[in-house]
C-alpha cells in the first residue's frame, strides 16, 4: 500500500513507522523543517532496521506541502489511502475552519482530480462532537451533538470527509479519537499536583490511535463511516490521579468538584463548558472490528511513565 500521512505530526509519526514496519510505503507531509526532519529521521531508522536484519520493511519519505495552499499539493505523490491528520495548532475556531475544513477539502480536491485518485480516506477527529451526554455512554451510533464553535467546525469536517470523497469516488472513514496521551504527552504533574476536578477521562495512548488507524487501512472488512478510537476504561478523573500518585509513591492529590471548580470565577464560557461537559465512549465497535490494543487501559499505557518518574526520584 502507498500511503500519504498529510499533517504527519504525534499520531501521524507513528503511524507512519507501524506502516513501513509493515511493508507499505509511507510519505509524511509537513510544511516546516523541523517536521520534515522528524519524518526523515523515522525512515533513516526504517533504513538502519534493514540494514541491520535483512528485514522486509517499507519506506517513508517526507514531503513538504500545506493543505491550506492548493498549489503545494501537487507535490504530494499518487497513493492507495490518504490519512488527514494535519493539527490547527490549538488556535480557535477560524484557524481550525481553515484546516480541517478548507485544508481537507483541498487534499481531496487536489487527488480527486486526478487520472489515479487513492481508495481510501482517514480523516481523524474527536470525540468532541459528541457533545455533553451527563456521564452517559456513548457509541458509534449516538448522533452528535457539536455544542461549540470549534467542535461544529470538526463536524462540518467530518461531512466532508464522508461527502466531498464519495463524489470522487474515494472511501472516506472518520475515526474519533478519544484524548490523546503517550511519550512528551503524560502531563503527570496535572494529576499529581492537583487540584483535580471531578469527571470521566476518555483515552487513547498514540500507539493506539495509530495503530487503529492502520489496521482500518488494512483490514478491507472496516470500511465505516466512523469508527470511536479510544481505550476499554473511561476512567473517572479522581480515582486515575488515586491510582496515578499511588503508582509513582506519592500523596494523593487534593480533589474538587465540578460545581467548586467552576465558583472559583476564573474561566472562561468555553473552558466553564469543558469542564461541565460529560461522557464515556465506547470501543466496542473498534474491537468488534478485530483491533487488538497495545494499552487496553490507562493502567498498561501509564507504565512506562511510571516508572520513570520513580526512577527519576530515588
Given at each position: 500500500m502507498?500511503a500519504v500521512?498529510?499533517?504527519c505530526?504525534?499520531?501521524?509519526?507513528?503511524?507512519a513507522?507501524?506502516l513501513?514496519a509493515?511493508?507499505?510505503t509511507?510519505?509524511?507531509?509537513r510544511?516546516s523543517?523541523?517536521?520534515?526532519d522528524?519524518?526523515?529521521?523515522?525512515g533513516?531508522?526504517?533504513?538502519?532496521?534493514v540494514g541491520?536484519?535483512?528485514g522486509?520493511e517499507g519506506?517513508?519519505?517526507a514531503?513538504?506541502?500545506?493543505?491550506?495552499?492548493?498549489a503545494?499539493?501537487?507535490?504530494l505523490p499518487?497513493?492507495?489511502a490518504v490519512v488527514?491528520?494535519a493539527?490547527s495548532?490549538?488556535r480557535?475556531?477560524?484557524a481550525?475552519?481553515e484546516?480541517?475544513?478548507d485544508g481537507?477539502?483541498?487534499v481531496?480536491e487536489?487527488?480527486g482530480?486526478?487520472?489515479?485518485?487513492?481508495d481510501r480516506?482517514v480523516?481523524?477527529?474527536s470525540t468532541g462532537?459528541?457533545g455533553?451526554?451527563d456521564g452517559a455512554?456513548v457509541?458509534?451510533?449516538?448522533?452528535?451533538?457539536?455544542?461549540?464553535?470549534?467542535?461544529?467546525?470538526?463536524?462540518?469536517a467530518e461531512r466532508?470527509?464522508?461527502e466531498?470523497?464519495?463524489?470522487?469516488?474515494?472511501?472516506?472513514?472518520?475515526?474519533r479519537?478519544a484524548g490523546?496521551y503517550?511519550?512528551?504527552?503524560?502531563?503527570?504533574d496535572?494529576y499529581?499536583?492537583?487540584?483535580?476536578?471531578?469527571?470521566y477521562?476518555?483515552m487513547i495512548h498514540?500507539?493506539d490511535?495509530?495503530?487503529?488507524?492502520?489496521?482500518l487501512?488494512?483490514a478491507d472488512?472496516?470500511?465505516?463511516?466512523?469508527v470511536l478510537?479510544?481505550?476499554?476504561?473511561?476512567?473517572d478523573?479522581h480515582?486515575?490521579?488515586?491510582?496515578?500518585a499511588?503508582?509513582?509513591?506519592?500523596?494523593?492529590?487534593?480533589?474538587r468538584?465540578k460545581?467548586?471548580r467552576?465558583?472559583?470565577?476564573d474561566?472562561?464560557a468555553?473552558?466553564e463548558r469543558r469542564i461541565r461537559?460529560?461522557?464515556r465512549c465506547s470501543?466496542?465497535?473498534?474491537r468488534?472490528?478485530g483491533?487488538e490494543?497495545?494499552?487496553?487501559?490507562?493502567?498498561?499505557g501509564?507504565?512506562d511513565?511510571?516508572?520513570a518518574f520513580r526512577?527519576a526520584?530515588?
Amino acid at each position: 500500500m502507498r500511503a500519504v500521512v498529510v499533517g504527519c505530526g504525534y499520531v501521524g509519526l507513528e503511524l507512519a513507522r507501524q506502516l513501513a514496519a509493515r511493508g507499505h510505503t509511507v510519505t509524511g507531509v509537513r510544511r516546516s523543517d523541523a517536521g520534515l526532519d522528524a519524518i526523515e529521521s523515522i525512515g533513516e531508522q526504517m533504513d538502519s532496521d534493514v540494514g541491520a536484519d535483512g528485514g522486509d520493511e517499507g519506506e517513508v519519505d517526507a514531503v513538504r506541502a500545506d493543505a491550506t495552499d492548493p498549489a503545494s499539493l501537487d507535490a504530494l505523490p499518487d497513493a492507495d489511502a490518504v490519512v488527514f491528520a494535519a493539527s490547527s495548532g490549538g488556535r480557535g475556531a477560524a484557524a481550525a475552519r481553515e484546516v480541517y475544513v478548507d485544508g481537507l477539502r483541498n487534499v481531496i480536491e487536489a487527488y480527486g482530480s486526478r487520472a489515479a485518485t487513492p481508495d481510501r480516506l482517514v480523516y481523524t477527529s474527536s470525540t468532541g462532537v459528541y457533545g455533553d451526554h451527563d456521564g452517559a455512554w456513548v457509541d458509534k451510533e449516538t448522533p452528535i451533538e457539536p455544542t461549540t464553535e470549534k467542535t461544529r467546525v470538526l463536524a462540518e469536517a467530518e461531512r466532508t470527509a464522508l461527502e466531498r470523497a464519495a463524489e470522487f469516488g474515494i472511501d472516506g472513514t472518520v475515526t474519533r479519537f478519544a484524548g490523546l496521551y503517550g511519550p512528551d504527552r503524560y502531563r503527570l504533574d496535572r494529576y499529581l499536583d492537583g487540584p483535580v476536578t471531578a469527571g470521566y477521562l476518555n483515552m487513547i495512548h498514540r500507539d493506539d490511535a495509530a495503530g487503529a488507524v492502520r489496521y482500518l487501512l488494512e483490514a478491507d472488512r472496516a470500511r465505516d463511516d466512523a469508527v470511536l478510537v479510544v481505550d476499554d476504561e473511561p476512567a473517572d478523573k479522581h480515582a486515575f490521579a488515586d491510582w496515578l500518585a499511588d503508582a509513582c509513591g506519592v500523596p494523593r492529590p487534593a480533589k474538587r468538584s465540578k460545581e467548586e471548580r467552576v465558583a472559583e470565577g476564573d474561566l472562561s464560557a468555553a473552558a466553564e463548558r469543558r469542564i461541565r461537559t460529560s461522557k464515556r465512549c465506547s470501543n466496542d465497535h473498534l474491537r468488534a472490528l478485530g483491533y487488538e490494543f497495545a494499552y487496553p487501559t490507562f493502567r498498561e499505557g501509564y507504565r512506562d511513565a511510571v516508572r520513570a518518574f520513580r526512577a527519576a526520584s530515588e
